[in-house]
């Protein structure tokens, strides 16, 4: 069963914006924390930015001042608005949330952001 769907990312030049999406099944639980996680090719899954129920925030020290997460509870859905893009943010995107009742924590396919030139 396909618990998150992540969508918008692509190819942009460095300087740019993009703004990733991702949907969540009913399953998966609007009273948890949700975020974003990355992995660039040669390196472990690092952290983004997550962001509580009630719109608490943390994030990576490498995005910080340039991406901005958000949510709509009503829509399940998390939104990562990414500007001042740079080639080291290159990398796959990865929404992350927690399931309604057993708590278990699932992670969406993926989506591909290139940042170049």
């Known amino acids: 069963q396909v618990y998150l769907v992540e969508s918008g990312g692509g190819l942009v030049q460095p300087a740019g914006s993009l703004r990733l999406s991702c949907a969540a099944s009913?399953?998966?639980?609007?009273?948890?924390?949700m975020g974003w996680y990355r992995q660039a090719p040669g390196k472990e899954r690092e952290l983004v930015a997550t962001i509580t129920s009630s719109s608490s925030t943390n994030y990576g020290d490498s995005v910080k001042g340039r991406f901005t997460i958000s949510r709509d509870n009503a829509k399940n859905t998390v939104y990562l608005q990414m500007n001042s893009l740079k080639p080291e943010d290159t990398a796959v995107y990865y929404c992350?949330?927690?399931?309604?009742?057993?708590?278990?924590?699932?992670w969406g396919q993926g989506t591909l952001v290139t940042v170049s030139s």
């Open positions: 992350n949330g927690r399931l309604k009742y057993t708590n278990l924590e699932v």
């Open positions: 009913r399953s998966v639980s609007s009273a948890n924390a």
